[in-house]
T-cell receptor, first 114, second 113 residues
Framework: DQQVKQNSPSLSVQEGRISILNCDYTNSMFDYFLWYKKYPAEGPTFLISISSIKDKNEDGRFTVFLNKSAKHLSLHIVPSQPGDSAVYFCAAADNAGNNRKLIWGLGTSLAVNP | ETGVTQSPTHLIKTRGQQVTLRCSSQSGHNTVSWYQQALGQGPQFIFQYYREEENGRGNFPPRFSGLQFPNYSSELNVNALELDDSALYLC????????????FGSGTRLTVV
């Protein structure tokens, strides 16, 4: 039972255009959501996060939108650059008790073409 | 400030053997989490250590065990290795604060044959 779902395994976008990566979740108790980027042979790198009390967070070219009623969040990258090509993971924070762990989606591989 | 360092980077073991993976956490971080990432999957939470005590565990059998040392470095031990244990093992450290600012290492690629 995948609590965090990234239904698109891959996405291809032209340089300069917008990349939209989607993520759905099932557990309404999640209170914090994060996006990580992962290059081959490297660990995941934190990109941007959003608290469940907000619906938008922006950091430079990256914006995350949260729709709590739909249990859906999305990451927008504008404009997309070839260096953005990587696997993007959506993660949700499960803060049950004192055990703070991240529940991850399967990832979306983004290819930004020059 | 140094990041998270994991060793070894690659490892090949035979089914039934035991393995120890090591992680040096980022300076100032007192919390370490371990994740298993199988091919084509997202990372799966194994367990977390805070100030040398395990304070959370995912759905992994007892043959997965760990330690955290006074300098907050950590070990992941896996006994009686199975073929399905082949994966990338990621260590992440944080300062234990309210945020989720985990810093990940590059991982150890374990292959069980």
């Amino acid at each position: 039972d995948q609590q965090v779902k990234q239904n698109s395994p891959s996405l291809s976008v032209q340089e300069g255009r917008i990349s939209i990566l989607n993520c759905d979740y099932t557990n309404s108790m999640f209170d914090y959501f994060l996006w990580y980027k992962k290059y081959p042979a490297e660990g995941p790198t934190f990109l941007i996060s959003i608290s469940s009390i907000k619906d938008k967070n922006e950091d430079g070219r990256f914006t995350v939108f949260l729709n709590k009623s739909a249990k859906h969040l999305s990451l927008h990258i504008v404009p997309s650059q070839p260096g953005d090509s990587a696997v993007y993971f959506c993660a949700a924070a499960d803060n049950a008790g004192n055990n703070r762990k991240l529940i991850w989606g399967l990832g979306t591989s983004l290819a930004v073409n020059p | 400030e140094t990041g998270v360092t994991q060793s070894p980077t690659h490892l090949i073991k035979t089914r039934g053997q035991q393995v120890t993976l090591r992680c040096s956490s980022q300076s100032g971080h007192n919390t370490v989490s371990w994740y298993q990432q199988a091919l084509g999957q997202g990372p799966q939470f194994i367990f977390q250590y805070y100030r040398e005590e395990e304070n959370g565990r995912g759905n992994f059998p007892p043959r997965f065990s760990g330690l955290q040392f006074p300098n907050y470095s950590s070990e992941l031990n896996v006994n009686a290795l199975e073929l399905d244990d082949s994966a990338l093992y990621l260590c992440a450290s944080s300062d234990g604060g309210r945020g989720y600012g985990y810093t990940f290492g590059s991982g150890t690629r374990l292959t069980v044959v």
